[in-house]
């Protein structure tokens, strides 16, 4: 393989996840390599038809800024596989769905017998995390689902979060805002790759 070709790979996949490289290497090579036969068999050099196939395939920057919206990065990939791996560890537990009754009981048990202020946090916890505790167990595997549950989560989320904080939620918005960013950033990455990967694609943890 031609040198510059070589740099000009090395550019254009710059960030982005091992497979998505494969991809774009065997699809540019096999461009370049249509390009620079041409090139020959219109009479040109040999280095003028690199050449020619070179420029061909235009600026690798702006392609690696093209490839990065419509393929997966090694960021997007790396959270795929921790996704993965959270997934796994609750679904191979199915004991632990059997716990999941527990905070609402404790939370019950507290305000029956005097402890309001108590049972109201833990019942707040409730509401914020049930959510992300229960998606393993939920039959959501549709986009529809998926949609409806990511609705239902973020309005738990920010319920439990303006309860905890009560009429002093507005004063308190930056750290609400703190709170909340890390989770909206990681959303508006799993949007990302769900724009990227078929459906057929996509593991469970996706859809939440």
């Not at 996704?83 to 404790?106: D, F, H, I, T």
Request: glycine letters at 4%; charged letters at 20%.
């Amino acid at each position: 393989m031609a040198t510059g070709l070589d740099s000009w790979l090395k550019q254009a996949t710059r960030k982005l996840a091992k497979d998505s490289v494969t991809q774009v290497r065997t699809e540019i090579t096999e461009h370049y390599e249509s390009a620079l036969d041409a090139a020959i068999a219109n009479g040109a050099t040999s280095q003028h038809a690199h050449k020619s196939a070179l420029d061909a395939l235009g600026d690798a920057k702006t392609a690696n800024c093209q490839y990065q919206r419509v393929l997966l990065t090694s960021a997007e990939a790396r959270m795929l596989r921790e996704g993965n791996w959270e997934a796994s560890a609750l679904c191979s537990r199915p004991w632990l769905k059997w716990l999941l009754p527990v905070p609402p009981a404790l939370a019950l048990a507290l305000f029956l017998t005097g402890q309001l202020a108590v049972a109201r946090d833990v019942f707040v916890c409730c509401i914020g995390m049930g959510p992300l505790l229960l998606a393993p167990f939920l039959p959501i595997r549709t986009r529809a689902r998926g949609r409806v549950f990511r609705l239902v989560k973020w309005l738990a989320l920010t319920t439990a979060l303006a309860l905890l904080f009560g009429p002093q939620a507005l004063k308190w918005s930056w750290l609400l805002i703190s709170c909340l960013w890390p989770l909206a950033w990681t959303e508006w990455r799993r949007a990302s790759i769900r724009r990227k990967l078929p459906l057929a694609s996509w593991p469970k943890h996706l859809y939440f």
